[in-house]
Every structure is written in C-alpha cells, then in structure tokens.
C-alpha cells in the first residue's frame, strides 16, 4: 500500500535553510486526484500545515510561511521536497509528509512517520 | 491560538460516550468539510473521520462526527482504554487560504 517516508537532516542552523524530502512508495505521486503536504508539529504542540503540491507543479503555501518556503516534485524520483529558509528555533518541530486531498474534502489520509528537525547553532 | 477551538482536555471511563466540539467561523467550518485526525504520542496523525462524518476504512464505528453551522463534534461511543490520545479537527479556510487545525484535544479514559 501507499507509505511516505521523510528523510533530511535532523539539525539545522539558524539562519541556514532546512531541507527535507518525501518519498512516495507503493503508489503513483502523478495521481491527479490528490496533492502532498508537508505538516509540521512543535514540540508539544498542535499540527501546522505548511504547504502542498500537486505532481504538476501546481503549489499552495501558507501565507505566513510563503516567503521562506519552496515545496518541489520530482515524479520520476516520487519524491516531494521541502526547503524552509532563514529558519529559526521557532521552526524545530516534527515535520510530515502526506497526501492531501486539497481540492476535496480537504484531507489529509495517509501520512509518513515524520522526521524531527531541530534548529540550534 | 488556533483558528479552530477545542477543549484541551476531554475525558471519560470505559464504555462512555464522549464528544469533542471544534468551533469555528463562516470561512472554514461553515463553508467547507471538517476533518478529524486521531494522534498517538511519538507516531504520525492519523485520519479518523473526514467530508465531517465519513470514516476511513478500518475505523471503527464508535467514532462519528457531525456538523452544524460553524461548529463541528467528534463522538466517540462505547469508550476504550485504547482511546486515549489526542484529537485534532482540521478545515480549509477560504479566507485565509490556508488548512487550519484546531489545537488539540488530550482524551484521557479514566
């Protein structure tokens, strides 16, 4: 079945840019039915949606983060990529990926285990 | 704050019914589907119920949810110990074109 799985440094710098990466596996990332998102969790704390993207290229963001942020496709790679710039301890949290039915109900129905990022000098 | 609001907290004894509310405005909950994601503490979120009161396949039926106007509920019925976790509701918002989550509620099965 479908799973995503995050990967990417689990350290960051302030100032410096994180960068993470999604890959799709057991399913096609060109499904035009469905966007992928990137979601991040502060540590003790709620869900923040950041972003996402359909295969054609097609982003939505964010406002407050749409500045700092670029979220890309690779479909020959089913990968999906995020970079964060200018980061600062405000941003260490758990990031995820998962498919996300934007132009839907909104849903977001499968989600990879999520990786913990942490922004320190 | 969260655009969405829900009680922080939430709890019942095994075999109860609970609910948790998750308010909103015009331009998200009053206008577009509410999702409900289930989370353990260390794993991912995973989605409980979602287009307000349709539940995933596997979920089981003792949770429901419902919609009226610019607020939603998650009903969880016949309460089990294997509950307890956090629940967060989640809705486009068309004002401000963005996915709003509400802040989460801890059930705790007593």
């Known amino acids: 079945q479908l799973q995503l799985q995050e990967s990417g440094p689990g350290l960051a710098k302030p100032s410096e840019t994180l960068s993470l990466t999604c890959t799709v596996s057991?399913?096609?990332?060109?499904?035009?039915?469905?966007?992928w998102g990137w979601i991040r969790q502060p540590p003790r704390e709620g869900l923040e949606w950041i972003g996402s993207?359909?295969?054609?290229?097609?982003?939505y963001y964010k406002p407050s983060l749409k500045s700092r942020v670029t979220i890309s496709v690779d479909t020959s790679k089913y990968q999906l990529s995020l970079k964060l710039y200018s980061v600062t301890a405000a941003d260490t949290a758990v990031y995820y990926c998962?498919?996300?039915?934007?132009?839907?109900?909104?849903?977001?129905?499968?989600w990879g285990q999520g990786t913990l990022v942490t922004v320190s000098s | 704050q969260s655009v969405l609001t829900q009680p922080p907290s939430a709890s019942g004894t095994p075999g109860q019914r609970v609910t948790i509310s998750c308010s909103g405005s015009?331009?998200?909950?009053?206008?577009?589907?509410v999702n409900w994601y289930q989370q353990f503490p260390g794993t991912a979120p995973k989605l409980l119920i979602y287009?307000?009161?349709q539940r995933p396949s596997g979920v089981p039926d003792r949770f429901s949810g419902s919609k009226s106007g610019t607020s939603a509920s998650l009903a969880i019925g016949g309460l089990q110990s294997e509950d307890e976790a956090d629940y967060y509701c989640?809705?486009?918002?068309?004002?401000?074109?963005?996915?709003?989550f509400g802040g989460g509620t801890k059930l705790t099965v007593l």
């Open positions: 287009s307000n009161n």
């Open positions: 998962a498919r996300h039915l934007l132009s839907g109900n909104g849903a977001f129905d499968i």
């Open positions: 015009s331009s998200n909950i009053g206008t577009n589907s």
């Open positions: 057991g399913g096609s990332i060109s499904s035009g039915s469905y966007y």
């Open positions: 993207i359909h295969y054609s290229g097609n982003t």
């Open positions: 989640a809705a486009w918002d068309d004002t401000l074109s963005d996915v709003v």
